[in-house]
């Protein structure tokens, strides 16, 4: 079941990872310098018709015009949307100016819209697909690591509210993937090395034989070579299949948020700014942490722990409470921040815990105090 091993072609070099939704079945293209197989497998969907590019201006100064000029030699008609960098483009207001804008360049329903940029981009212009004439299909061309791995399969599109992240937003599939490992090459280390995070989060959660991959290929991975192509093919594969089990998070999906309790309570204790915490260094702070607090309850042995926290470590991944510059708060103001999060249910703290490398499961009713305690020590 490598998911390399079905579908690698020789020339050019790609692979493709199928997800199984029936009727909203899509393919992820994964490889190195995919402008012309990418740009012909956009015009398939709407030949002859129009793109509408939604990008960053980070992104679209170094991206769009190359993935303009492949798209209009594939035929098609391209219009571009740019939006500023950042997860304050994830508003109300960006939405309507996308929404609008999507409109004046005449993108119709048979129209396709292209999320060019990362998980930011594709979250907001696939809702403003899902939304634009009750919904018009769209692309993502993820050009983050996370975006990836993770963000643009699976259909959870949205924006954030001011009572939180992602509290509006709608599942609309994407109808292609495009993940080109070449435009990882201008991302930024850290960028980088936080999409890298969510990468080892699919060997914890079920695959030991792919964390202990990890362990031995992590540094290669940021080549953005073959290795990445693995990395990216086996994290996509291990995404799919949990969508395709539950599309719409009534049960498994939850997996898919190891680490991001604990990790979302720290972005919001530095109120989201990036510069002190991006998403996949919390996410690898919440997982070393859900590690080791499983081995304080005697779920998960205290080695596996460790050897989570020491390969994050190794690539340079934040994995305390520590790790994090300027003043969190305390364990209260944590597990406050904890209780906010959309996947509390009646007040009962819902956790991702371990009984080992690749064995995490699903624990509901945590016990708050088992928790506070816990952090407490972890703050000590
Ligand atoms: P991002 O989109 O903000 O991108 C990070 C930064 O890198 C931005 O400044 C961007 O301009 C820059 N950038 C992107 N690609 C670049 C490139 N190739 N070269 C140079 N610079 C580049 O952040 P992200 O980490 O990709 O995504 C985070 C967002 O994804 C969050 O809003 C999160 O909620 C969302 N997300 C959604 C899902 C989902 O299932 N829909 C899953 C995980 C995360
Ligand atoms: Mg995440």
Same mark, same amino acid.
């Given at each position: 079941d490598d998911p390399l091993r079905a579908t690698a072609s020789a020339e050019p070099r790609f692979t493709t990872v199928p997800v199984k939704l029936g009727e909203r079945a899509y393919e992820i293209v994964?490889? *190195?310098?995919?402008?012309?197989?990418? $740009?012909? *497998? =956009?015009?398939?969907?709407?030949?002859? !018709?129009?793109?509408?590019?939604? %990008?960053?201006?980070?992104?679209g100064g170094l991206h769009a015009v190359a993935i303009t000029d492949a798209l209009e030699a594939a035929g098609l008609r391209v219009a571009r949307v740019e939006i500023p960098p950042g997860e304050g483009s994830k508003s109300?207001?960006?939405?309507? *100016?996308?929404?609008?804008a999507l409109i004046e360049a005449r993108?119709?329903?048979?129209?396709?819209?292209?999320?060019?940029?990362?998980? =930011?981009?594709?979250?907001?212009?696939?809702?403003a697909a899902a939304s634009l004439r009750r919904g018009v299909r769209f692309?993502?061309?993820?050009? %983050?690591?996370?975006?990836?791995?993770?963000?643009?399969v699976?259909?959870?599109t949205g924006i954030n509210s001011p009572h939180g992240k992602n509290l509006v937003g709608a599942f609309h599939q994407p109808s292609l993937v495009v993940a080109d490992l070449a435009l990882l090459d201008t991302l930024s280390p850290r960028e980088f090395r936080a999409g890298y995070a969510e990468v080892v989060k699919y060997g914890l959660i079920d695959d030991r034989a792919f964390f202990e991959w990890c362990e031995a290929n992590g540094a290669a991975v940021f080549e953005a070579g073959?290795?990445?192509?693995? $990395?990216?093919?086996k994290s996509c594969a291990a995404k799919a299949a949990?969508?395709?089990?539950?599309?719409?998070?009534? !049960?498994?999906?939850?997996?898919?948020?190891?680490?991001? %309790?604990?990790?979302?309570?720290?972005?919001?204790?530095?109120?989201?700014?990036?510069?002190?915490?991006?998403h996949g260094e919390g996410v690898a702070i919440g997982m070393a942490l859900a590690f080791r607090f499983s081995a304080r309850l005697g779920l998960a042995s205290g080695q596996d722990a460790g050897r989570v926290a020491r390969h994050l470590q190794a690539v340079g991944l934040p994995t305390r409470l520590q790790d994090v510059p300027g003043d969190i708060g305390d364990a209260d103001s944590l597990l406050d921040a904890m209780a906010q999060d959309k996947k509390v249910r009646r007040g009962a703290l819902t956790f991702i815990l371990a009984r080992g490398i690749g064995e995490s499961f699903i624990a509901r009713d945590v016990s708050r105090d088992d928790v506070r305690a816990f952090l407490a020590d972890e703050f000590a």
């Amino acid at each position: 079941d490598d998911p390399l091993r079905a579908t690698a072609s020789a020339e050019p070099r790609f692979t493709t990872v199928p997800v199984k939704l029936g009727e909203r079945a899509y393919e992820i293209v994964i490889g *190195r310098d995919l402008l012309a197989e990418g $740009a012909q *497998r =956009v015009a398939a969907l709407a030949p002859g !018709g129009a793109v509408a590019i939604v %990008t960053d201006t980070t992104v679209g100064g170094l991206h769009a015009v190359a993935i303009t000029d492949a798209l209009e030699a594939a035929g098609l008609r391209v219009a571009r949307v740019e939006i500023p960098p950042g997860e304050g483009s994830k508003s109300y207001a960006e939405f309507a *100016r996308v929404c609008d804008a999507l409109i004046e360049a005449r993108i119709e329903r048979g129209d396709l819209v292209l999320a060019l940029g990362g998980g =930011v981009v594709g979250d907001l212009a696939g809702f403003a697909a899902a939304s634009l004439r009750r919904g018009v299909r769209f692309v993502q061309w993820p050009t %983050t690591l996370l975006s990836q791995v993770d963000s643009s399969v699976g259909g959870k599109t949205g924006i954030n509210s001011p009572h939180g992240k992602n509290l509006v937003g709608a599942f609309h599939q994407p109808s292609l993937v495009v993940a080109d490992l070449a435009l990882l090459d201008t991302l930024s280390p850290r960028e980088f090395r936080a999409g890298y995070a969510e990468v080892v989060k699919y060997g914890l959660i079920d695959d030991r034989a792919f964390f202990e991959w990890c362990e031995a290929n992590g540094a290669a991975v940021f080549e953005a070579g073959e290795a990445c192509a693995y $990395a990216v093919a086996k994290s996509c594969a291990a995404k799919a299949a949990v969508v395709a089990r539950d599309e719409h998070e009534n !049960g498994d999906r939850a997996l898919l948020n190891l680490g991001h %309790t604990f990790g979302h309570a720290l972005e919001r204790a530095v109120a989201y700014d990036g510069a002190r915490l991006v998403h996949g260094e919390g996410v690898a702070i919440g997982m070393a942490l859900a590690f080791r607090f499983s081995a304080r309850l005697g779920l998960a042995s205290g080695q596996d722990a460790g050897r989570v926290a020491r390969h994050l470590q190794a690539v340079g991944l934040p994995t305390r409470l520590q790790d994090v510059p300027g003043d969190i708060g305390d364990a209260d103001s944590l597990l406050d921040a904890m209780a906010q999060d959309k996947k509390v249910r009646r007040g009962a703290l819902t956790f991702i815990l371990a009984r080992g490398i690749g064995e995490s499961f699903i624990a509901r009713d945590v016990s708050r105090d088992d928790v506070r305690a816990f952090l407490a020590d972890e703050f000590a």
